[in-house]
């Protein structure tokens, strides 16, 4: 069985910072992509960075420039350093990672527990 753990998550003024941090765990072989997803109220879930194992990172134009992806492939984590966080940040934050559990085999989606970021004066 596979976990994603993340933490990081908070209350945090306009214009602030936070790092979230997620961690995979169990039977893992490899990982393949790593991303992190929010979901703001009334909104559906959004992928807004994704890094792959190589390195090369994706970013949702809402977040280009403000957030920065980042993985540790010996930890199986990944992070998500966000800066001039806009009150259209709020969200519940998931990280989600392509896990590959055996030599050649296919890879399955595996998600975080989700994390509450708020940002409110």
């Known amino acids: 069985q596979v976990q994603l753990v993340e933490s990081g998550g908070g209350l945090v003024q306009p214009g602030g910072s936070l790092r979230l941090s997620c961690a995979a765990s169990?039977?893992?072989?490899?990982?393949?992509?790593m991303g992190w997803y929010r979901q703001a109220p009334g909104k559906k879930r959004e992928l807004i960075a994704s890094i792959r194992s190589g390195g090369s990172t994706n970013y949702a134009d809402s977040v280009k420039g403000r957030f920065t992806i980042s993985r540790d492939n010996a930890k199986n984590a990944v992070y998500l350093q966000m800066s001039s966080l806009k009150p259209e940040d709020t969200a519940v934050y998931y990280c989600?990672?392509?896990?590959?559990?055996?030599?050649?085999?296919?890879?399955?989606?595996?998600w975080g527990q989700g994390t509450q970021v708020t940002v409110s004066s």
């Open positions: 989600n990672a392509e896990v590959v559990l055996w030599v050649g085999g296919p890879s399955f989606d595996y």
């Open positions: 169990g039977r893992i072989f490899s990982i393949n992509a």
